[in-house]
């Protein structure tokens, strides 16, 4: 086998080989890298194992290189500065959910050669560390001799967990696997008159803009800018990899949820319920979650994930064990998982966390 690495490919190709892995997501796609781009300026690695006597694909992995200070500086001004400068002192390189690999034979080897490819252009570009990759966990298959190759390769594992739900049962098996707590809050929201539709035009998303800065300056977080919104739907919404649903409540914009999807796992993001909601008794998120999984149902899709929880609920804080409640409500099983870690420069990389716990703070502040 041998590795291929190269900045650009070819995306339906690219996108049609992730597709054709039970392991494939849209984090892996060259559309995905093209979002990340264009809308934040962070560049892709694309990395192609192939047979060397056929030269057909066995695994692929891409891989974002990123300061973990682009985020917080990239939309502020003097930005054409700062984010160069960043780059160029505490670069990272992370990934979700890969490799993908295209064959059942040769997984360790590939990923072997893979590890090694990193490594060699981490060392190359002066990247400062790997930071929480985490493998491909759609396949739904434990790969323990996987892990020793990651440990081997002196990759550091930090456990992760997420809500995976099935969504290859019949429609009536779906909603008998919910919790009872969750039908009951959606029979009860259905009886109020609450539907869901789906945003189908860019002009839709200033509004959902303002309802999502809304619902986030409600709950102490932060919030980003429009442009957000609409570089993901003019690279993701016509590829077929964005769906964004809402409720409406006497007019007014009352909960929302996105979702990205691709290889037919969904991945959702952004939910929404408007601050009122709860004194209303408006349960706008069982509602949503409900159709997204009935809609994943019917457009063929595998997997709903639930985009994360604490992985034992019972030594995190109410926030943490609430999300984890209510996440656990759907019918999902829990997936534990590693995201590794490599540090290729120890004092710049102890540094910088030191760094960016001050900025966020300073951040916070002003």
């Keep these: 086998m041998k590795v291929r690495v190269s900045t650009s490919v070819d995306p339906g190709y690219w996108d049609s080989l992730v ?27 694309f990395f192609l ?3 060397t006597t056929d030269a057909k694909p066995v695994a692929l992995l891409r891989a ?24 160029r002192l505490s670069a990272h390189l992370s990934w979700e959910a890969g490799p993908v690999f295209l064959t059942a034979e040769g997984k360790s080897e590939a990923l072997t050669l893979l590890l090694e490819a990193v490594e060699k252009l981490c060392r190359d570009q002066g990247i400062v560390a790997l930071q929480g990759a985490w493998p491909g966990i759609y396949s739904l298959e434990k790969e323990n001799q996987l892990d020793q190759v990651w440990l081997y390769a002196g990759y550091c594992p930090e456990q992760r967990s997420t809500f995976l739900v099935d969504l290859r049962a019949d429609e009536q098996t779906l909603w008998r696997n919910l919790k009872s707590s969750a039908r009951k809050s959606i029979r009860r929201t259905v009886e109020q008159g609450l539907t869901v539709r789906r945003i189908t035009e860019p002009g839709e998303l200033s509004e959902y803009h303002d309802f999502l800065c809304r619902c986030r300056e409600a709950l102490g977080l932060a919030t980003f800018s429009l442009r957000n919104l609409t570089e993901m ?26 979702i990205w999807h691709h290889a037919g796992v969904i991945y959702e993001w ?6 009122e909601a709860k004194e209303l008794k408006l349960y706008c998120s069982d509602l949503l979650k409900w159709e997204v999984i009935r809609w994943g149902h019917s457009k063929g899709c595998r997997l709903y994930d639930l985009a994360g929880v604490v992985t034992d609920p019972s030594h995190s804080g109410d926030k943490e064990r609430g999300i984890y409640q209510f996440k656990a409500k759907w019918g999902g099983k829990q997936q534990r998982f590693p995201a590794y870690s490599k540090c290729f420069k120890p004092f710049r990389h102890a540094l910088l966390k030191e760094g960016a716990k001050v900025f966020r703070k300073l951040r916070e502040r002003f």
């Design 233 to 258: 739907w003019r690279v993701l919404f016509p590829a077929g990899m964005l769906e964004i649903f809402y409720i409406r409540y006497r007019g007014a914009l009352a909960g929302g949820l996105g």
């Design 19 to 45: 597709a054709s892995s039970p392991e494939g997501s849209i984090f892996q796609t060259a559309t995905w890298a093209l979002f990340l781009n264009d809308y934040l300026g962070v560049k892709s690695f």
């Design 270 to 275: 952004g939910s929404l319920q408007a601050p």
């Design 64 to 87: 974002s290189r990123e300061s973990p200070f682009h985020r917080l500086v990239f939309e502020r001004p003097l930005n054409r500065f700062t984010i160069p400068l960043a780059d």
């Design 49 to 51: 194992v192939e047979n």
